[in-house]
């Protein structure tokens, strides 16, 4: 099983922001924040194109090319870490209702305060640590 996921940032006037949406009806960390989007990879389609369509489909968003910087192996998924940097104005996004409740722009303290109060998935509080420490390089 392969899957994808989606570092967004951008530069506000309190320091490195990340997009953040909160998940609904996908069966997995339901009702918790999540990483601006992810999703599994199709059948005959790669990873990028994975990518580029689970922002389209999450948030609305167009994006072309997007960097790789990690590929996480769990016990059955082999997971693409994303980044882009964009200052893109949330409503200009349209987020996919069915399984996105809302999105916004975080800080790192925020994030770690949701993660503390068992806010944020669990599951890729980890991928969201390697995206700091592929920011900080």
Request: glycine share 6%; hydrophobic share 35%; aromatic share 8%.
């Amino acid at each position: 099983l392969s899957a994808v996921i989606l570092f967004l940032t951008r530069n506000s006037d309190n320091g490195e922001e990340i997009l953040f949406q909160k998940r609904k009806n996908t069966g997995y960390s339901d009702g918790k924040y999540d990483l601006a989007a992810s999703g599994h990879v199709e059948a005959n389609e790669s990873m990028k194109h994975a990518m580029c369509r689970e922002a389209e489909e999450e948030l609305g968003i167009k994006i072309n090319n997007p960097t790789l910087f990690k590929q996480a192996n769990g016990k059955n998924t082999i997971c693409d870490l994303y980044y882009i940097k964009d200052d893109i104005d949330i409503s200009k996004m349209t987020i996919q209702k069915e399984e996105v409740e809302t999105i916004k722009w975080a800080s790192i303290d925020e994030i770690n305060n949701l993660m503390n109060n068992g806010e944020f998935n669990k599951g890729h509080y980890m991928m969201f640590k390697d995206c700091l420490e592929f920011l900080n390089k």
